[in-house]
């Protein structure tokens, strides 16, 4: 009877490994999985609740704003959900939402707790709706355990009216002042929604279906509203609206408006310059001007010079540096008489324009240049014979002092304390204080310059003033400019046109920044001064302004776009393995095969899914094994039994029961799950002594979770294990 003995035992072997839990699927934002609730995750954590506000009954084509959260747990960050609908479409998915065929709504990450959608009731005549939702809140372990789900259902039934349904046409967007439909809306225009309301029965408009699209997404916020303000559009944006009409019993069939309509900017003066960039918009003619100087670059002779904008004669000169502005050929009149230098005989001496005779003096200071008075010169000294005193003698003609010295040798003919003139000036030697300087003659202040040539006679610590200011050239520091007389700082640039008197390295301020062109990186940039990276942008404009290589960062995660391969996501920047997928979201960053580790062993699901895979083909293999072996053993059973029977009735109750010499242990090959086989009997052989089997310490040589949360191992030996929540259970 051991023979029976063993084969029961093998036999509830085989029960118990039937009893094993079965494997259950597991995905991250799976779709159509409500009904059985999130069952790839332990719910050990705090417990949550399900909310919704699904509506009791619809109305056959009503839009429904639908919104999914959860009370209760930690609220930890860390959240998704499920929603099965059996009739009507769910539509406009909501931030974090993705819709599988209009019936099913699931996250898209798990950065939410709470998500929103529209759904549109199914059609009249389609009876009750059911609805399945499921909502998880992870503890943001990385792993299925420690989290809490919660599943709910609705049922919503149908409101039914013998009622035809509403129509809603003439579908149009206008603004204030305009009846009719527009492609254009300025940004401070509000848009207005239109539409002709229609029903058979004679219902009234009772609250129609309002949605308002911009860029082709819903926004929520203007829902039901006929107008959007101005406050909520920019510049760029393109807008439509649909409608749903409602009579108070059925919804009607969506109408999108005609138009769509850009938000665009004015432009005043029609020059093709939006007003919000125009410098003149009101002048068609003009939208730059680069040097603010209040006249636009088009008409502007000098539009990069603040202080210069026309030049009428077109010499190259502004009018305003130009001393004559209409007169092509002069600019500069250094000795200010009113002659340009050009046509100045004597462009340094105000008291000097011509040289009739070219005789080295100036017409204003010549003696005679143009006497018609003499006829005659008998004696050809240059005199005529009219006014010659002594009309032989070529050296002599007038004698006017009578001192016996002809006038022309007598330097003061009619003066007869005097009669030399060594320097000609017209001053006697004998009072002369400069006798052989013919332009001088006094020295009022002894400085030793005479008083002609001294434009300070009665200063000794001058003498000239080149440029007539009033300073004279000692104490000027630009005695050639009449503009200019200091210089504080040394810089060359007088104090007048130095912007920065005082500060040597500086002169000009062409933006009115209040720091000079030299130091200034931007110099025609009021908004700028600095580019300490040198990348051309500056550094109150410049994300990055120490680093040349980066200048926008237009996710605000800290890095610039140029090295950003995310530059649009603020949690990512970085994608090792070139996967699409940022390393802060991938759990392999390293590995472009795989993303994502739902369950936190450590295997991604890619690889993850080909284990699985394998071991379902194993399990398969080992199942039909188990059904192989359970029926060779029950039929061994019954064969047993049937030769206990016989060997009975054959020797009659004293005959002994034979010796059972089989192993006591059968072998048996493990599978790679670890099910427990049944071997063939071994063939029975005479028991010989058997030396004590030493015991050997099992080791594991894998483990892994399977999709509904089991752990498994499998042992140096072959077998396996299953944890079964208090300890180790052998299969």
């Known amino acids: 009877m051991k023979t029976v003995a063993r084969l029961l035992c093998v036999a509830l072997v085989a029960v118990m490994i039937a009893s094993v839990p079965s494997i259950d699927g597991k995905m991250n934002g799976i779709h159509n999985q409500a009904g059985q609730g999130c069952t790839c995750h332990y719910s050990t954590g705090t417990s949550i609740t399900a909310n919704h506000d699904f509506p009791t009954s619809y109305n056959a084509g009503q839009v429904y704003n639908i919104n999914i959260t959860h009370t209760g747990g930690t609220q930890a960050f860390v959240g998704g959900f499920n929603v099965v609908v059996d009739k009507g479409t769910i539509q406009n998915a909501g931030t974090g939402v993705k819709i599988q065929g209009g019936t099913s709504a699931t996250h898209t990450g798990s950065g939410q707790l709470g998500w929103a959608f529209d759904w549109q009731a199914p059609s009249s005549g389609s009876g009750t709706v059911s609805v399945d939702i499921a909502v998880l809140q992870g503890d943001g372990n990385n792993g299925n355990s420690g989290d809490s789900w919660d599943s709910a259902s609705a049922s919503i039934t149908e409101n039914v009216a013998q009622n035809a349904a509403p129509v809603a046409s003439n579908v149009f967007i206008s603004i204030s002042g305009q009846s009719g439909a527009v492609t254009e809306a300025y940004y401070d225009q509000a848009l207005n929604g239109n539409y002709d309301f229609a029903d058979a ?10 949605r308002w699209r911009k860029n082709g997404g819903v926004v929520f916020a203007h829902n039901n509203n006929m107008a959007v303000p101005s406050s909520a559009t920019s510049i760029g944006e393109t807008w439509t609206m649909s409608v749903t009409p409602n009579d108070g019993y059925d919804y009607g069939s969506v109408v999108t408006s005609t138009n769509t309509v850009e938000i665009v900017d004015y432009d005043a003066d029609n020059d093709g310059y939006g007003d919000q960039s125009d410098a003149f918009p009101n002048d068609p003619n003009e939208h730059a001007d680069s040097d603010s100087d209040g006249v636009g670059d088009n008409a502007d002779a000098f539009p990069n010079d603040p202080a210069e904008t026309l030049d009428s004669d077109n010499d190259g000169t502004g009018d305003n540096n130009d001393a004559f502005p209409n007169d092509p050929s002069e600019d500069t009149d250094s000795d200010t008489d009113g002659v340009g230098d050009n046509a100045d005989a004597f462009p340094n001496d105000a008291t000097e324009t011509m040289d009739s005779d070219s005789d080295g003096t100036g017409d204003n200071s010549d003696w ?17 014979n009219n006014a010659d005193a002594f009309p032989y003698d070529a050296s002599e003609t007038l004698d006017s002092d009578n001192d016996n010295v002809g006038d022309n040798a007598d330097a003061f003919p009619n003066d007869p304390t005097e009669t030399m003139d060594s320097d000609s000036d017209g001053t006697g030697d004998n009072g002369d204080a400069f006798p052989n300087d013919p332009t001088e003659t006094v020295d009022s202040d002894s400085d030793g310059t005479g008083d002609n040539s001294d434009e300070f006679p009665n200063d000794a610590t001058e003498q000239t003033d080149n440029d007539s200011d009033g300073v004279g050239n000692n104490a000027d520091a630009f005695p050639d400019d009449s503009a200019e007389q200091a210089d504080n700082d040394s810089d060359g640039v007088g104090n007048n046109a130095d912007v920065f008197p005082d500060d040597a390295s500086e002169t000009l301020d062409s933006d009115n920044d209040n720091v000079g062109d030299n130091a200034d990186a931007f110099p025609n940039d009021s908004t700028e001064t600095m580019d300490s990276d040198n990348d051309s942008v500056g550094d109150n404009t410049d994300a990055f302004p120490n680093d040349a290589t980066e200048t926008v960062d237009t996710d605000d995660d800290g890095y610039g776009d140029n090295g950003d391969a995310f530059p649009n996501d603020v949690f990512e920047w970085l994608d090792s393995d070139n996967d699409s997928a940022g390393d802060n979201s991938d759990a392999f960053p390293n590995d472009a095969n795989e993303t994502l580790d739902s369950d936190g062993d450590g295997v991604g699901d890619n690889e993850q899914a080909e284990i699985e895979a394998q071991i379902a083909a194993d399990e398969d293999a080992a199942a039909a094994q188990q059904r192989t072996l359970i ?10 039994g049937a030769a206990v029977a016989f060997l009975r009735r054959r020797g009659g109750a004293d005959v002994p029961e034979p010796k059972d010499f089989t192993s006591p242990m059968l072998e048996i090959e493990p599978s790679p799950m670890a099910a427990a086989v049944i071997p063939s009997p071994a063939v029975a052989q005479p028991m010989a002594a058997v030396a004590p089997v030493q015991a050997v310490e099992l080791t594991v040589e894998n483990q892994w979770t399977d999709e509904q949360g089991h752990t498994w191992r499998l042992m140096s030996d072959g077998s396996n294990l299953w944890w079964n929540g208090s300890d180790w259970q052998k299969v």
């Open 631 to 640: 029926g060779g053993g029950i039929g061994l059973l019954v064969i047993a």
């Open 201 to 210: 029965d004679g219902d009234s408009d009772a609250g129609s279906e309002i």
């Open 368 to 384: 005679a240049p143009n006497d018609a008075s003499e006829s005659a010169d008998s004696d050809d000294d240059g005199v005529g």
